[in-house]
Structures are given as structure tokens and as C-alpha cells.
């Protein structure tokens, strides 16, 4: 399976755990996005990174959240303390280059977090 | 801020006719839009896209139309078929300002048999 791959597709945590999750984008892509989805609303724009570079995380709540997408392994979003309100789903897209070249961003399936 | 809207939250059609969703968006920087597919527990899945230079892009069964003095995009599905009844997710990106998808809340399709 080339395509984006996320994990796990389900997470529950207890309300001040930590939730981790991961993100390998397809292959030869380089670029990583985050969107978070909400029920019943659009996706929202999170985070977008390159290879050990944060470009742009202007969708990221400013406080227990923080996303990496180091040299090696897969992009991680991990969210600290986590709060009923991050329940959600996640997503991760990749793209292999910038969209000046008006390629579109392929998905992975999503983590569905829950907090109890 | 709702920069890109879907204002018709469902839209039923009978197979084989044409399908129209629609979208409009506020913000005049973007210029590249694009229309995903998401079925339950899954992630979208592109469909078409169109550059603001264009007016029109065609793939098969799919069609985008762009009115940029509008500033109005529709999707047309024909014919449509049983499986394409999904959550359909209109997108644009501010070049300008780096790669990141503004989304519609999308409209849930329903393609009757």
C-alpha cells in the first residue's frame, strides 16, 4: 500500500493522558499536513511540515499541542494533556511538492481520538 | 470565518441524472481549488481540481466549473451512479500564503437506485 498511512486508526485516552499520533506519508512525498475534523463540520487546517521543518502552524492551538516530522520515521502529532474537546478525527495528507505545481494533497484514513 | 461554503448540507439525486454541488468562498487569494470524495471512516479522496486561471476542468463523469467574479465553484456528476453517494468536500488553497486547504463543511450525496 503506497498511499498515506496513519495510525492507529483508533485511540482512546483518559482525560489528561497523552495521545500520539503518526503519520508516513506516501512514498516520495516530502510534505506532511494535519487537519483536524470535527463532527459535522469540514476538515481545519492544523499544521504543515517538511522533512525536520515546521512551515507553517498557524491552525495549532497554541497550548498541548505540537507536531514533528523528523529525518527518520513517520510525522507525529501529539497532543499533551489531552480534553473532551480533542475528540475528534485527524487527519494527515502528503504532497510531494508545493501546490505551485497544483499537486493535490492525498489523505490517509484518519485517527479517530476519543477522550473519556 | 467561513472562507469556503457549502451551503446545501444534502443533496438527493436519482441514478443516472446529473449531480450539481455547489460552493462559493469569500477569499479572493485563493486560486487553486479542488473537490474530495469521503465515504464513513475513511479519509477524502481527491477528485478534480481547477487552477484559477481555468474556467472549466473535465475527468470522465466530473466536471468543475469555476466563476471567479462569482467567486463560485460547482462540481457536476453525470451520470450519477449508486456509488457516489459520499460526503463531497469543496477546497482552495492560498497559494500565496503556503500550501494549507481551506474546506467547505461538505454535502452528503445520495445517488438513488
Known amino acids: 500500500n503506497a498511499g498515506v498511512m496513519q495510525n492507529p486508526r483508533h485511540l482512546v485516552r483518559r482525560r489528561g493522558q497523552e495521545a500520539r499520533l503518526r503519520c508516513s506519508p506516501m512514498?516520495?512525498?516530502?510534505?506532511v499536513y494535519w487537519y483536524r475534523q470535527l463532527p459535522e463540520e469540514g476538515l481545519k487546517f492544523m499544521v504543515y511540515?517538511?522533512?525536520?521543518?515546521?512551515?507553517?502552524e498557524s491552525g495549532m492551538p497554541k497550548e498541548r499541542f505540537s507536531a514533528e516530522f523528523p529525518k527518520e520515521g513517520p510525522s507525529i502529532l501529539r497532543i499533551q494533556q489531552v480534553v473532551r474537546g480533542d475528540s475528534a478525527a485527524y487527519f494527515c495528507a502528503s504532497s510531494p511538492l508545493r501546490q505551485e505545481s497544483n499537486q493535490p494533497q492525498h489523505f490517509g484514513d484518519g485517527t479517530r481520538l476519543s477522550i473519556l | 470565518d467561513q472562507q469556503v461554503k457549502q451551503n446545501s448540507p444534502s443533496l438527493s439525486v436519482q441514478e443516472g441524472r446529473i449531480s450539481i454541488l455547489n460552493c462559493d468562498y469569500t477569499?479572493?487569494?485563493?486560486?487553486?481549488f479542488l473537490w474530495y470524495k469521503k465515504y464513513p471512516a475513511e479519509g477524502p479522496t481527491f477528485l478534480i481540481s481547477i487552477s484559477s486561471i481555468k474556467d472549466k476542468n473535465e475527468d470522465g463523469r466530473f466536471t468543475v466549473f469555476l466563476n471567479k467574479s462569482a467567486k463560485h465553484l460547482s462540481l457536476h456528476i453525470v451520470p450519477s451512479q449508486p456509488g457516489d453517494s459520499a460526503v463531497y468536500f469543496c477546497a482552495a488553497s492560498p497559494y500565496s500564503y503556503g500550501n494549507k486547504l481551506v474546506f467547505g463543511a461538505g454535502t452528503i450525496l445520495r445517488v438513488k437506485s
Open positions: 477569499n479572493s487569494m485563493f486560486d487553486y
Open positions: 511540515l517538511q522533512k525536520e521543518n515546521i512551515i507553517d
Open positions: 512514498k516520495g512525498h516530502s510534505h
